[in-house]
Nanobody, 114 residues
């Protein structure tokens, strides 16, 4: 059983920044990759960013150049730095891993006002 503890959401104006954190209950190196997903009202959950065990990162096109996924090994935490936020980024953001099955964080609300 793995727990994912998220933090860092909130309300921000368009153009602002937020940083999300995800701290798993096991070493981040236990997982092949860690991901951030988001789900906006009335929309399907979508993959936003991934960081692999080796540190390779990938992003959905809509956030490239604005979001950065990273990790702090000493803190055993993965981050999602979100800059130049847009109202379309408004969603509940979820940390995710696959470890024999899907594990999801509790979700954190990000609201971007215009």
């Amino acid at each position: 059983q793995v727990q994912l503890l998220e933090s860092g959401g909130g309300l921000v104006q368009a153009g602002g920044s937020l940083r999300l954190s995800c701290a798993p209950s096991q070493s981040i190196f236990s997982f092949a990759h860690m991901d951030w997903y988001r789900q906006a009202p009335g929309k399907q959950r979508e993959l936003v960013a991934t960081i692999t065990n080796s540190g390779t990162t990938n992003y959905v096109d809509s956030v490239k150049g604005r979001f950065t996924i990273s990790r702090d090994i000493a803190k055993n935490t993965v981050y999602l730095q979100m800059n130049s936020l847009k109202p379309d980024d408004t969603a509940v953001y979820y940390c995710h891993i696959w470890f024999s099955r899907d594990y999801w964080g509790q979700g954190t609300q990000v609201t971007v006002s215009s």
